[in-house]
């Protein structure tokens, strides 16, 4: 069982950047993938990027070359680095953590059994 806190959301304006952080804690010794995705009203929660037990990472095709997940191990934190941020990024975003996710499976949502809270982020024109 782990637990996870992000952190780091709020209103930036287009063209700028953000934070965000999750931090896990609970059984936190096993190995996990993790993935970032995000919600509006009406829609499924989108992939935005993930990385997984060897630290390989992959992304949304919408935020390619914008943003970067990284992690710190030694802190139990994940980050999503955000630039260049959109108006069509905005949405509540999750952090999600899973030991056993496919690589085909790191940006599906249903391929996640561990959740944070969300964090919103708005991104105003």
């Known amino acids: 069982q782990v637990q996870l806190v992000e952190s780091g959301g709020g209103s930036v304006q287009a063209g700028g950047s953000l934070r965000l952080s999750c931090l896990a804690s609970?059984?936190?010794?096993?190995?996990?993938?993790m993935g970032w995705f995000r919600q509006v009203p009406g829609k499924g929660r989108e992939g935005v990027a993930a990385?997984?037990?060897?630290?390989?990472?992959t992304y949304g095709n919408s935020v390619k070359g914008r943003f970067t997940i990284s992690k710190d191990a030694a802190k139990n934190t994940l980050y999503l680095q955000m630039n260049s941020l959109k108006p069509e990024d905005t949405g509540m975003y999750y952090c999600?953590?899973?030991?056993?996710?496919?690589?085909?499976?790191?940006?599906?949502?249903?391929?996640?059994?561990?959740w944070g809270q969300g964090t919103q982020v708005t991104v105003s024109s």
């Open positions: 999600a953590a899973e030991p056993r996710a496919r690589w085909w499976g790191l940006l599906r949502s249903d391929a996640y059994t561990h």
């Open positions: 990385i997984d037990t060897d630290g390989m990472t």
């Open positions: 609970g059984n936190t010794l096993r190995p996990y993938s």
